[in-house]
């Protein structure tokens, strides 16, 4: 029997890597206020320290990719938290902003060293039937890590300034030790396990999250099998490999790799760190009713985010996709009107209606993006990838994703003082826009499917291939087997 609280303990572990991230975006749009009066940093500087962790993340990402197959995926996760709490110990005692700049630069590896593989983790544990619930947790606690900091914002605001920023940025450390408690507890992946020939592990691991003898050996070769032709194609991955890709590997890469950077160039993260700077823009004057009003954000992130934890599994993946960024494109377009609009308002209820538009588009915004966009792409980036190419395609996918993130969050505010902060939105509405149609072309449905099934889906070619042809094919493999 699949002991259930085992495997969502499994993947509850592998995502506090992303409470780490997620806190990190949800503290930095209050802490930054405060670090620019205590430092007297300029607004280049602040745009730099706000966008760089994305960007040297991408470091850590390549590593982790590597030293995932060489080591084993829980190993990787567990270094990538030690390298964050360190980079966090010297950003909360740090006396200048080039000691600072350093401690973000190695909480920047930290993220991306572990954060690049916890999906990849939870998808190879995961059975097929929960598999996209299962990894859409990290999603789930980038909104939480979000949340969180907006609360420490609120909360640490009152202190005075040459601490409150340090105590906001200190708090993140804690997710981090709850990574060492646990770290002993979870297995290692039963898929990582059988690469490195050591069966009967993977034997055990499968028994726990599977359940029944006979599922497991079923599951065990499939696994072998996709071990082997993944051998048989090559000795040893390389990222030579993903460069230079074969025909299905870059089908593969452009869903995976794509659908990365448009969740980042439609403005998500930064909409998170500059919402001060939103709705600044869009007529809120108290600093205090400001830090509410990005609780309420954080709070609506957080919400919907539990709408594709019940349905990603039940209506597919795509289907979520479509009525997230098609949501998204409307919202995005609703706040560039409301701020572009909120100049020209005269009369206090209108200028209240114009800021009431404004926090309700951008709590709009983020509600969509958590019902598809935000989740989906960590689940079809970690399961569309064959075996042995895993890790490494997955690294690849997240780089270019953190990379998106940091140019758009390191171009924010030179972008809003060129062409308005309302006519930003209205360039994240259009890359929103392109989103859908992205979607709809590039990216295949994988639900009810297991990883095995979905590489050889995609090593066929053809994206429409119905559960009844994988069966089919199942059944085809079963018989050469037994003759």
């Given at each position: 029997?699949?002991?259930?609280?085992?495997?969502?303990?499994?993947?509850?572990?592998?995502?506090?890597?992303?409470?780490?991230?997620?806190y990190d975006i949800g503290v930095m749009s209050g802490a930054i206020l405060y670090i620019h009066k205590d430092l007297h940093i300029t607004?280049?500087?602040?745009?730099?320290?706000?966008?760089?962790?994305?960007?040297?993340?991408?470091?850590?990402?390549?590593?982790?990719?590597?030293?995932?197959?060489?080591?084993?995926?829980?190993?990787?996760?567990?270094?990538?938290?030690?390298?964050?709490?360190?980079?966090?110990?010297?950003?909360?005692?740090?006396?200048?902003?080039?000691?600072?700049?350093?401690?973000?630069?190695?909480?920047?590896?930290?993220?991306?060293?572990?954060?690049?593989?916890?999906?990849?983790?939870?998808?190879?544990?995961?059975?097929?039937?929960?598999?996209?619930?299962?990894?859409?947790?990290?999603?789930?606690?980038?909104?939480?890590?979000?949340?969180?900091?907006?609360?420490?914002?609120?909360?640490?605001?009152?202190?005075?300034?040459?601490?409150?920023?340090?105590?906001?940025?200190?708090?993140?450390?804690?997710?981090?030790?709850?990574?060492?408690?646990?770290?002993?507890?979870?297995?290692?992946?039963?898929?990582?396990?059988?690469?490195?020939?050591?069966?009967?592990?993977?034997?055990?691991?499968?028994?726990?999250?599977?359940?029944?003898?006979?599922?497991?050996?079923?599951?065990?070769?499939?696994?072998?099998?996709?071990?082997?032709?993944?051998?048989?194609?090559?000795?040893?991955?390389?990222?030579?490999?993903?460069?230079?890709?074969?025909?299905?590997?870059?089908?593969?890469?452009?869903?995976?790799?794509?659908?990365?950077?448009?969740?980042?160039?439609?403005?998500?993260?930064?909409?998170?760190?500059?919402?001060?700077?939103?709705?600044?823009?869009?007529?809120?004057?108290s600093e205090k009713k400001i830090l509410a009003a990005t609780v309420a954000v954080g709070f609506t992130k957080t919400m919907f985010i539990?709408?594709?934890?019940?349905?990603?599994?039940?209506?597919?993946?795509?289907?979520?996709?479509?009525?997230?960024?098609?949501?998204?494109?409307?919202?995005?377009?609703?706040?560039?009107?409301?701020?572009?609009?909120?100049?020209?308002?005269?009369?206090?209820?209108?200028?209240?209606?114009?800021?009431?538009?404004?926090?309700?588009?951008?709590?709009?915004?983020?509600?969509?993006?958590?019902?598809?966009?935000?989740?989906?792409?960590?689940?079809?980036?970690?399961?569309?990838?064959?075996?042995?190419?895993?890790?490494?395609?997955?690294?690849?996918?997240?780089?270019?994703?953190?990379?998106?993130?940091?140019?758009?969050?390191?171009?924010?505010?030179?972008?809003?003082?060129?062409?308005?902060?309302?006519?930003?939105?209205?360039?994240?509405?259009?890359?929103?826009?392109?989103?859908?149609?992205?979607?709809?072309?590039?990216?295949?449905e994988t639900k009810g499917k297991t990883l095995e099934e979905i590489e050889m889906m995609l090593r066929g070619g053809d994206q429409k291939?119905?559960?009844?042809?994988?069966?089919?094919?199942?059944?085809?493999?079963?018989?050469?087997?037994?003759?």
């Amino acid at each position: 029997m699949v002991d259930r609280k085992f495997l969502f303990f499994c993947a509850t572990f592998a995502s506090l890597n992303f409470i780490l991230l997620g806190y990190d975006i949800g503290v930095m749009s209050g802490a930054i206020l405060y670090i620019h009066k205590d430092l007297h940093i300029t607004e280049v500087q602040q745009e730099i320290f706000v966008g760089c962790l994305s960007v040297i993340s991408l470091i850590g990402g390549l590593i982790g990719g590597p030293t995932s197959d060489s080591i084993g995926r829980k190993w990787t996760m567990g270094i990538g938290a030690i390298i964050f709490q360190a980079g966090a110990v010297v950003m909360t005692f740090a006396p200048s902003f080039p000691v600072l700049m350093f401690g973000r630069l190695v909480t920047g590896v930290g993220i991306g060293f572990g954060g690049t593989i916890s999906a990849v983790y939870i998808a190879e544990v995961s059975p097929a039937v929960s598999r996209g619930t299962l990894v859409s947790l990290p999603e789930i606690c980038i909104n939480i890590g979000i949340l969180l900091g907006y609360i420490s914002n609120f909360a640490f605001s009152g202190l005075p300034q040459h601490y409150n920023w340090r105590i906001m940025l200190g708090v993140g450390i804690l997710p981090s030790v709850l990574i060492g408690i646990t770290f002993y507890k979870i297995p290692e992946s039963p898929r990582w396990l059988v690469m490195q020939n050591r069966l009967e592990e993977a034997r055990s691991v499968l028994l726990k999250v599977c359940g029944k003898g006979e599922e497991v050996e079923q599951r065990l070769k499939e696994i072998e099998e996709a071990a082997r032709v993944d051998t048989s194609c090559e000795k040893k991955a390389s990222y030579r490999e993903l460069l230079f890709p074969s025909p299905a590997v870059r089908r593969m890469l452009v869903a995976g790799c794509g659908i990365m950077i448009f969740q980042q160039i439609t403005g998500t993260d930064a909409t998170v760190y500059y919402s001060p700077t939103i709705f600044k823009s869009a007529g809120i004057k108290s600093e205090k009713k400001i830090l509410a009003a990005t609780v309420a954000v954080g709070f609506t992130k957080t919400m919907f985010i539990l709408v594709p934890l019940f349905y990603i599994d039940k209506v597919g993946r795509k289907v979520l996709l479509y009525v997230s960024t098609i949501g998204m494109t409307v919202c995005l377009a609703i706040l560039g009107m409301a701020l572009a609009l909120q100049k020209h308002l005269s009369g206090m209820v209108m200028q209240k209606f114009g800021i009431g538009l404004a926090i309700f588009a951008v709590c709009g915004n983020v509600a969509f993006f958590s019902v598809g966009m935000g989740p989906i792409c960590w689940v079809i980036s970690s399961e569309i990838f064959p075996l042995r190419l895993r890790a490494k395609a997955t690294a690849l996918g997240q780089v270019g994703g953190r990379v998106s993130s940091g140019l758009v969050s390191m171009t924010f505010l030179s972008l809003a003082r060129a062409m308005s902060v309302a006519g930003v939105f209205f360039l994240f509405s259009g890359l929103s826009a392109l989103a859908v149609v992205f979607a709809k072309v590039c990216v295949p449905e994988t639900k009810g499917k297991t990883l095995e099934e979905i590489e050889m889906m995609l090593r066929g070619g053809d994206q429409k291939l119905d559960q009844a042809d994988v069966e089919s094919v199942k059944t085809k493999q079963e018989m050469e087997s037994k003759s």
